[in-house]
């Protein structure tokens, strides 16, 4: 479902885009929440809905995803080129939200930073009393090494 909750455990698809096997693809033009069941009752009726009055889609039909593909950028256009950096596998804007707690070699999923210390990261809802680090995008908090800024650099 597109809950259009934009947190952990959310779903939010802007304008979802699907496509199949048999020859077409589906861009919904929509911000709406809305549910997609690609045939979990019976394998050829797909059904997909939003919380809204109106239908806005464009289809795209070709046996070929190239093609497909091609249609899709001329309506949305081309991709950007995503510079060097771009490329590491992270979600940048998480750094605003977790702790990293000092803690001894043993504990699970305990990691070892470059200060030769251990700790763990740690959500807020979960920090029950323990003191703990802030992560940030730039390490504008002195906290450079559970920052953004660091994983990039």
């Not at 693809?25 to 809204?52: C, M, P």
């Not at 700790?119 to 908090?141: A, H, R, V, W």
Request: proline share 5%; aromatic share 18%; charged share 25%.
């Amino acid at each position: 479902a597109n809950t259009n909750n934009w947190v952990d455990g959310g779903v939010s698809s802007p304008c979802p885009f699907y496509w199949s096997t048999k020859g077409y693809a589906v861009l919904r033009n929509t911000w709406q929440s809305g549910v997609y069941d690609f045939g979990s009752e019976n394998a050829d009726i797909i059904q997909t809905t939003h919380k809204q009055t109106d239908f806005d889609a464009f289809f795209f039909i070709s046996p070929d995803f190239k093609d497909i593909l091609k249609d899709y950028y001329e309506l949305t256009g081309q991709p950007i080129f995503m510079p060097e950096f771009a490329f590491y596998e992270s979600h940048l804007n998480a750094f605003n939200r977790d702790y990293w707690v000092k803690v001894d070699k043993d504990t699970p999923n305990a990691i070892l930073f470059e200060d030769g210390v251990y700790y763990k990261c740690y959500q807020p809802k979960d920090m029950d009393g323990k003191e703990g680090i802030l992560e940030s995008l730039n390490g504008e908090k002195n906290n450079y090494q559970f920052s953004a800024r660091a994983m990039i650099d």
